[in-house]
């Protein structure tokens, strides 16, 4: 299908193919399904929320529940104001959240719709709440739409009541379910007093009951977010998504913060598990989480003849890039190109960095890329292993690469989004992932005579 990509690139700046990012509400929904009682509105046509819905529910095989202002000529040309009123009344008639998270389209933004002031004059059921984020499409991705969304309802409900709660405000970024269950497991083994904001374990992963519920268990709930602004501290995890959310809460709440990259491969996992010992002053580590440790170390010496002088090519959301490239160089492999849709000065100075730190020479790391120029570099210098979205698997199939799942979307696969590739238990799903694809090609390129039982 990309066999016929040309190999030789030139500087695009009004153009991409095959983007290697999706749209600010995409990011909005995801960021809202985290709080328990949420309804998204899209504030927009139908075909927007339809899409933010569809992209959500393929990658989680989840239902993702949201609502459209539904724009149609007359909201196009005079504003949506009318739409949202209406809309915020019936859903809070018919669908009974505790409170909706407005995020805006590319069209409502055009337009120039004042949502904050919608907002104001809206009469909202007692008890109920509605916050807002602006998210228009043409700047940014689901990344940044997911921190403006996580600010609007730090802006909207966060308050500091002068008295510390004592807990520390966990932001894990955009995380799958089985890795945000991961995260809560490291971080009780530690004692540490938190609260995770936002959380869709429980939501974009629940069980199949035999009855449907439209709010989930799971969520960080509304009381939770307000005493956001008590927290002692605030721990953001990954630089790109995580530290937005950071200054607003300091903004508004004088909460101070420290931002560590996503806990994703040994040297990460470290950081984040030593800063929250310190945070919970619990004084040593468990054993359960030294042993876990141990374990990945053992499985990583066990199959280290997997990796030496391999290279890889690394694409996806930028904190996930950046994990994903520090575990692959500690694995003895070479991330030779390391690409994010984010636009993001910041990836492409800590991908640098952490170039620099390993060694690592020949590399290339570019924000604001699209899989297209991906594919070109790929032909001008093959890779061992491709490592990112199911986006990847076209460049794969046609250059006859070993191809790992990680990140979002993955639409083609299920059980993914269970699993965690973060922590010390992550990290051993990663090699599990990436050592099995190297010994599948192996097997599958090999001269019969070589093709080995044990390996
Ligand atoms: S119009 Fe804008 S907000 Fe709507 S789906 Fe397209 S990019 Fe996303």
């Not at 504003?79 to 009344?89: D, L």
């Not at 530690?190 to 629940?206: A, E, H, I, T």
């Not at 083609?412 to 990290?427: E, L, W």
Request: with cysteine; proline share 6%; hydrophobic share 35%.
């Amino acid at each position: 299908m990309l066999d016929f990509t040309p190999p030789s690139s030139v500087e695009r700046v009004a153009l991409r193919i095959n983007p290697c990012k999706t749209c600010q509400p995409v990011g909005a929904m995801y960021a809202a399904l985290g709080v328990h009682g949420c309804m998204p509105l899209s504030h927009g046509s139908q075909g927007c929320a339809s899409y933010h819905r569809t992209v959500l529910s393929r990658h989680f095989k989840e239902p993702a529940i949201a609502v459209s202002s539904s724009f149609t000529e007359g909201a196009s040309v005079f504003g949506g104001g009318s739409n949202i009123k209406t809309g915020v009344k019936n859903v809070f008639d018919i669908y009974k959240p505790d409170i909706i998270a407005v995020h805006t389209t590319c069209l409502s933004e055009t337009i120039g719709d004042d949502v904050r002031s919608f907002i104001q004059e809206m009469t909202v059921p007692d008890g109920k709440h509605v916050v807002h984020a602006n998210t228009p499409s043409y700047v940014g991705s689901h990344v940044t739409g997911y921190y403006n969304m996580m600010c609007g309802f730090i802006n909207y409900l966060s308050a500091s009541t002068g008295q510390s709660n004592g807990r520390v405000a966990v932001f894990p970024g955009w995380m799958n379910p089985g890795d945000l269950r991961e995260l809560r497991s490291l971080l009780e083994s530690l004692s540490l007093d938190f609260v995770m904001f936002p959380d869709q374990s429980g939501v974009m992963d629940s069980p199949l009951l035999g009855h449907y519920d439209m709010y989930p268990d799971g969520g960080t709930t509304i009381p939770e977010i307000v005493s956001l602004g008590d927290c002692r501290t605030a721990l953001g995890l990954g630089d790109v998504i995580s530290t937005e959310p950071c200054r607003a809460l300091e903004r508004k709440c004088k909460v101070p913060h420290r931002v560590l990259p996503y806990p994703i491969g040994v040297e990460n996992t470290d950081d984040f598990v030593m800063e929250a010992a310190s945070l919970s002053g619990i004084g040593s580590i468990p054993p359960c989480v030294e042993r876990e440790r141990g374990q990945l170390i053992d499985i990583m010496v066990d199959s280290h003849q997997n990796y030496a002088g391999k290279t890889a090519a690394v694409f996806g959301d930028p904190d996930t890039v950046l994990g994903l490239m520090s575990f692959v160089l500690e694995l003895g492999m070479t991330p030779i190109y390391s690409v994010t849709g984010t636009p993001s000065e910041k990836f492409e100075a800590e991908a640098e960095k952490l170039l620099k730190k390993h060694g690592a020479e020949g590399c290339r790391a570019k924000s604001n890329a699209d899989l297209f120029e991906l594919h070109q570099w790929i032909k001008r210098e093959r890779v061992d292993v491709l490592i990112g979205t199911t986006y990847g698997k076209q460049i794969a199939k046609a250059e006859d690469i070993p191809f790992v799942r990680a990140g979002f979307p993955v639409l083609d696969r299920y059980v993914h989004s269970y699993m965690p590739i973060v922590g010390y238990k992550g990290a051993m799903r990663l090699v599990e992932m990436i050592a099995n694809a190297l010994m599948e090609y192996r097997d599958r390129t090999c001269a019969d005579e070589d093709l080995e039982i044990v390996m």
